[in-house]
């Protein structure tokens, strides 16, 4: 079993960052990939970002590209988005998820495993 602690939203001005924290609890961190998703009101929840078990392969999707950037950190189980730039569209619920993945480098961020509970971010005009 593995639970997720994500943290770090919070309300901030265009062109503004935050940096968005995953934590992770269990021995097996490093087996698993992660991905950043995000739910906008009255909208379905979207992929934003993703990394493999490595950190050597990381995904975004097109709306955050150049933007946002994802890591991790395997020796404290944690997963960081940086989100640089931001803008009013991206006022969302964000929520880390991890899908077991062992060593695979590749991912397919579909049928994630684990969730957490959610970071609100508001970005204001």
């Known amino acids: 079993q593995v639970q997720l602690v994500d943290s770090g939203g919070g309300l901030v001005q265009a062109g503004g960052s935050l940096r968005l924290s995953c934590a992770a609890s269990?021995?097996?961190?490093?087996?698993?990939?992660i991905g950043w998703f995000r739910q906008a009101p009255g909208k379905e929840r979207e992929f934003v970002a993703g990394?493999?078990?490595?950190?050597?392969?990381?995904y975004y999707a097109d709306s955050v590209k150049g933007r946002f950037t994802i890591s991790r950190d395997n020796a404290k189980n944690t997963v960081y988005l940086q989100m640089n730039s931001l803008k009013p569209e991206d006022t969302a619920v964000y929520y880390c998820a991890a899908k077991i993945t062992y060593y695979r480098s590749t991912v397919v961020f579909d049928g994630m495993d684990y969730w957490g509970k959610g970071t609100l971010v508001t970005v204001s005009s």
């Open positions: 990394v493999n078990w490595s950190g050597g392969n990381t």
């Open positions: 269990g021995r097996t961190f490093s087996t698993y990939a």
